[in-house]
C-alpha cells in the first residue's frame, strides 16, 4: 500500500464569498485535486473553511505549500 498524508486545517477568507463565488472556488479546487490524486473535504460556514486533504505525500505537501501562498 502506497504512503498516505492527510492535512486538516481551518482559515478565515480575507474576501467576502457569495454562492456563486464558493461554486467556483469549490469547482477549481476539485478539479486540482483530481490532477493531483488528491481527495478529502471542504466545509464552509461564516467566513471559516474547514478542510481535510489526503493523498500521495508529494502531493499534499505541495498542495499545502501552495495553500499557504493563498492570499
Excluded at 492527510?6 to 476539485?30: D, G, M, P, R, W
Excluded at 486533504?53 to 495553500?67: H, I, K, S, W, Y
Amino acid at each position: 500500500m502506497a504512503p498516505l498524508a492527510c492535512v486538516l486545517y481551518l482559515s478565515i477568507e480575507n474576501e467576502s464569498f457569495n454562492e456563486t463565488s464558493l461554486k467556483h472556488l469549490v469547482y477549481k479546487a476539485q478539479e486540482e485535486n483530481k490532477n493531483h490524486g488528491i481527495t478529502g473535504f471542504l466545509y464552509y460556514k461564516q467566513n471559516h473553511f474547514f478542510q481535510y486533504l489526503e493523498g500521495a505525500p508529494d502531493d499534499v505537501n505541495t498542495l499545502l505549500e501552495n495553500l499557504k501562498k493563498d492570499t
